[in-house]
């Protein structure tokens, strides 16, 4: 298929090697924030203009949730959308956000969060996985609920309603039933961006190439609100087509003037005999927030979890101040394997925010800084 007007970016890396590594976790690292729960993907309630909001001294945080299983892997069957607020007596749980029976899909996966400039109005934007009342599948829609703003945080959410699909033509239409870690197609982690340039806003998502048929085919979507408040579908951003996957969790940070789209991505979801890097944050760079893009620090690793320590956490997100959240995934894993240490997969498993670091950005180098 030929698509008219196509302008994404490639990201053609020819080797992904000496980006800054994540220090590494222990064991007082991973301390629950929430016991009983396993807590992953997270994002902050944002400002417009991408400053973390604050309230009455707390800030308000987004986790993908589920109970605690005997093997964490389950919990992706079973995610919930929760929110925690942070202040200076440490982490307060406020439950569950989408009230049962009224979430669109059977599981609930990443998104963003987003004060207006009225100082009350909160949308929340997630991917809706499967459909409610259905078997589970990997079928995925982008939706956003409204809520305002409390002395207590974000509360009085609305009806659920989904806000651009997929048009096949572009972006794959994700539906599949079933699907193999790594290789399921896109449609999904909507992320909230106003351009300073332009003052339109706009999403960015993760999402899978509609012109190729290639196994690794990830690019990262484009949304824009129209002047009734609609949204409509633009060419993607970046294109990994014969590279990788899954170009994950989207999103953009301004410095400089320069627009930074960060992702996250494993090196399962690289093509097999192509240049593959660690599980880490990536990037790519551009004057303008459509482009065109070209790799920070050459390749686009930013940085990436330890050689000794490949799986200790993914999902980063950068804010707006320039700190990168994440969660534990399988830390302290020493070499050991599933097969032969069944045990780790529960004893190993972090489910709970990662220690936060920061990033220099110096024109097209980001590293993590001093």
Request: proline fraction near 7%; hydrophobic fraction near 40%; include cysteine.
């Amino acid at each position: 298929m030929t698509i008219d007007t196509f302008s994404a970016s490639a990201w053609r890396p020819e080797a992904i090697e000496g980006g800054a590594e994540i220090p590494l976790i222990g064991a007082a690292d991973a301390a629950p924030i929430l016991p009983g729960l396993d807590l992953w993907d997270n994002w902050p309630l944002a400002h417009e203009d991408g400053r973390t909001a604050e309230v009455n001294g707390r800030q308000f945080w987004f986790f993908l949730s589920a109970p605690c299983f005997p093997d964490p892997g389950q919990r992706h069957d079973a995610a919930r959308l929760r929110m925690a607020s942070l202040g200076a007596d440490g982490w307060r749980d406020h439950g569950q956000v989408i009230a049962e029976g009224t979430s669109p899909g059977t599981r609930e996966w990443a998104g963003s969060a987003v004060l207006h400039d009225d100082g009350t109005s909160v949308t929340l934007f997630f991917t809706a996985a499967g459909r409610r009342g259905e078997q589970p599948s990997f079928e995925q829609r982008l939706f956003a609920v409204s809520g305002q703003l409390g002395p207590d945080g974000p509360a009085a959410w609305g009806e659920p309603r989904e806000v651009v699909r997929a048009d096949g033509k572009d972006y794959v239409i994700a539906a599949e039933t079933e699907g193999k870690p790594g290789l399921i197609k896109a449609f999904r982690d909507p992320a909230w961006f106003r351009d300073p340039a332009t003052g339109q806003r706009h999403l960015l998502f993760t999402a899978s190439a509609a012109w190729s048929d290639d196994d690794y085919n990830g690019v990262i979507g484009l949304a824009t609100t129209a002047s009734d408040g609609s949204w409509a579908l633009e060419a993607p951003l970046v294109e990994a087509v014969g590279v990788n996957n899954e170009l994950e969790r989207a999103h953009v940070v301004v410095r400089g003037g320069l627009y930074y789209l960060f992702w996250s991505t494993q090196r399962r979801t690289f093509k097999p005999g192509t240049p593959s890097g660690p599980n880490g944050l990536y990037a790519m760079v551009a004057d303008s927030l459509r482009g065109p893009y070209r790799p920070v620090n050459g390749n686009g690793l930013v940085a990436g979890n330890p050689a000794s320590e490949p799986t200790q956490g993914y999902s980063w997100w950068v804010t707006g101040e320039g700190q990168v959240w994440s969660f534990i995934d399988h830390w302290g894993m020493e070499g050991r394997s599933f097969d032969k240490h069944p045990e780790l997969l529960r004893q190993q498993f972090g489910g709970t925010p990662a220690p936060v670091f920061s990033l220099a950005f110096a024109g097209d180098r980001v590293t993590i800084a001093d």
